[in-house]
Nanobody, 123 residues
């Protein structure tokens, strides 16, 4: 059983930056691909990006490419989402998730989820 806890959310002005963290406990962190998702008011939870278990491969949705970067530190059991050049439309609750089987953009492929952290971007 894996537990995930996100942190680092808050209020930031458009154009600013935030770094989110997701700390994992239980299981073997290095065995999981780690995804980031977000859910804005009135919208479905959507894929943001994913990082492979070794941290070498990443994939992002088009709306965040060039602005967001996922990284991981397996020694600390932590995955990060660095968000730069934030836009108002990035406002959402951000979730991290662990995929025991494979690297995926589908939310139903993930086995474990954190509770989310709120990111508010103001204009």
């Amino acid at each position: 059983q894996v537990q995930l806890v996100e942190s680092g959310g808050g209020l930031v002005q458009a154009g600013g930056s935030l770094r989110l963290s997701c700390a994992a406990s239980g299981g073997t962190f290095s065995s999981y691909a780690m995804g980031w998702f977000r859910q804005a008011p009135g919208k479905e939870r959507e894929f943001v990006g994913v990082i492979s278990r070794n941290g070498i491969s990443t994939y992002y949705t088009n709306s965040v490419k060039g602005r967001f970067t996922i990284s991981r530190d397996n020694a600390k059991n932590t995955v990060y989402l660095q968000m730069n050049s934030l836009k108002v439309e990035d406002t959402a609750v951000y979730y991290c998730a662990a995929d025991e089987m494979a690297y995926s953009i589908r939310r139903d492929a993930y086995d474990y989820w954190g509770q989310g952290t709120q990111v508010n971007v103001s204009s």
